[in-house]
């Protein structure tokens, strides 16, 4: 199976924290199977339910059966369901 690597975009929080806090949100890692009509794109749906429209596409690629489906670099921004399901699935 072909899986396509998803990055939500980055966004900067500012209100809510009170003046002068700005938490900057690193976007989530998703993943999502690839659309069966047009491929290295994208289904309409992440493997955790969310819309891949207005995802940015990475273009890391598993090195082989068993490797990780995420960059390394990006482990601590992975979603979780989506990793549940590529290792349960
Ligand atoms: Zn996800």
Redesign the pocket.
Same mark, same amino acid.
């Given at each position: 199976m072909t899986v396509i690597v998803l990055e939500e975009p980055r966004r900067e929080l500012s209100q809510d924290f009170g003046p002068g806090d700005v938490v900057s949100y690193i976007g989530?890692i998703?993943?999502a199977p690839a659309d069966p009509f047009v491929p290295g794109d994208p289904a309409d749906r992440?493997? @955790?339910?969310?819309d891949t429209s207005g995802m940015e596409k990475l273009s890391y690629r598993p090195a082989g059966p068993g490797a990780s489906w995420f960059p390394p670099n990006k482990r601590q921004w992975v @979603?979780?369901? @989506?990793d549940t399901a590529l290792r349960t699935g």
């Open positions: 989530k998703h993943a992440t493997f @955790c339910g969310q @979603c979780r369901d @989506c």
